[in-house]
């Protein structure tokens, strides 16, 4: 029986010399069983026919079992279902995929493929190379410098009239007033500014109370919008075809940052109708200031496979960091030494993606306020917001100038009487 064994093991392929050690051994020890001990390791032996060949589509029964089992998990328990299918999502090693995805397109491509894989890259997302400064594809070394190309002058002309434009190329995902410390993440789908922005230490100080204990309702409040205001704010999903640099919708101050190192989870608009507090979950970060109205936040979210966010006036910031995973959050504030902030100007260049993401957009303004996008719109850099409409000097005279002449002819029609 030993010998027989020793022969089926020669035409059978066990996969390490300890497997085929452990069988010799079994079927040594008890020679009946070693058929059976054959089944177990490989496929079945009958010695009248010889090694068997495993049936071919033998996996197809068991696929379609467990199939079947999740559609009907879905149908009866479909909250359940969604449950478990986000957080198994939320436990997938996407960081390490990025990380990986962004080495990969930073490598310099041979000459006969470099052409060829821009050329797809531009065909499959719809890429308009006509904007682009250089529109000579054999120029790009890699994917990553692609992604990041700049624009020709006057591509994107910023919208002079209105306060508020838009800061990247991209969709409006969704926008609103934030009610109760609260932001609408699709339409029903709600997420806590108070987790969104963190603790409100560059207004309160350190000292401030711990967030943790704090409601949303309390959170807004510590922010202290002023009489007449109210905070809104607005979201921009960035495709890879898109331009992935952005730039300021403001005049504003920075005067602090916060970068919260959390998860990459995708932020294609089907996610975030499925994945709730998805903001709040990914790696973004908040930078914090005022404008003209009070409180601006301007915040880029990272995604699966947008590990890289650079901040042209940040240039300590480093995203996707294994270092930095375990840490709740990294701050820096502007305004150190006596400083009173970092200025940027509405349009000027802030960042940039290595691949699409997102940019949201939290700001106090009058109450009076109105978005003049809609969601689900194509929206380009520097297109007018809102209806916050700039008030030029010529009109303020104007209206001057009126009010003046109004206030003289009733001066000289009660003059007329008294005299």
């Known amino acids: 029986m030993f010998n027989m064994a020793t022969s089926m093991l020669c035409r059978v392929r066990l996969s390490s010399p300890a497997v085929q050690r452990l069988f010799l051994t079994l079927c040594k020890s008890r020679p009946g069983n070693c058929n059976n001990v054959l089944q177990v390791f490989h496929r079945p032996w009958s010695e009248s026919t010889g090694f068997k060949p495993r049936r071919k589509g033998w996996w197809r ?19 359940k279902f969604n449950q478990y299918v986000e957080s198994g999502y939320k436990k997938l090693p996407l960081e390490s995929f990025s990380r990986l995805c962004g080495r990969l397109s930073r490598v310099e491509m041979w000459d006969w493929l470099q052409v060829r894989v821009l050329r ?6 719809k890429v308009d190379l006509s904007e682009a400064e250089d529109e000579d594809l054999t120029h790009y070394a890699s994917l990553s410098e692609f992604f990041r190309r700049p624009l020709k002058p006057g591509a994107r002309p910023i919208d002079e009239h209105h306060e508020l434009t838009c800061p990247s190329d991209g969709k409006i995902l969704h926008f609103g007033v934030v009610q109760d410390g609260k932001l609408e993440q699709v339409k029903g789908v709600t997420y806590s500014l108070r987790q969104f922005f963190g603790h409100s230490t560059w207004i309160n100080g350190p000292l401030t109370n711990n967030m943790h204990y704090q409601s949303d309702e309390e959170y807004y409040d510590s922010l202290h919008i002023r009489p007449g205001n109210a905070l809104y704010y607005c979201v921009i999903y960035l495709a890879p075809g898109d331009y992935h ?27 975030a109708e499925c994945v709730k ?16 109205h009070g409180l601006f936040s301007y915040v880029p979210v990272g995604a699966t496979n947008v590990g890289s966010i650079k901040i042209y006036c940040d240039e300590e910031l480093a995203t996707n960091k294994a270092e930095n995973k375990r840490k709740e959050s990294i701050e820096k504030s502007f305004c150190d030494g006596g400083s009173s902030g970092v200025k940027v100007k509405k349009g000027e260049m ?20 109105q978005f003049t996008c809609e969601s689900g719109q194509q929206v380009k850099c520097g297109i007018a917001m809102g209806n916050d409409e700039i008030v ?6 104007k209206i001057m100038s009126a009010e003046n002449k109004q206030h003289k002819s009733w001066f000289e ?4 009487f008294v005299v």
């Not at 919708?249 to 920075?254: A, F, K, L, Q």
């Open 61 to 79: 029964k068991y696929l379609g079992i467990t199939v079947g089992v999740g559609v009907a998990f879905a149908v009866v328990l479909p909250k």
């Open 120 to 125: 797809l890259y531009v065909n499959m997302f």
């Open 245 to 271: 640099r952005f730039h300021s919708s403001v005049d504003w101050t920075i005067t602090f940052r916060r970068h919260f190192p959390g998860k990459l989870l995708s932020v294609r608009p089907w996610i």
């Open 277 to 292: 507090d998805l903001f709040n979950y990914n790696e973004r970060v908040v930078y914090l200031g005022t404008w003209k």
């Open 350 to 369: 802030f960042g940039e993606f290595n691949m699409g993401s997102t940019v949201v957009l939290v700001f106090e303004a009058p109450q009076d306020f």
């Open 392 to 397: 030029s000097d010529k009109n303020n005279n």
């Open 413 to 416: 029609y009660i003059k007329s």
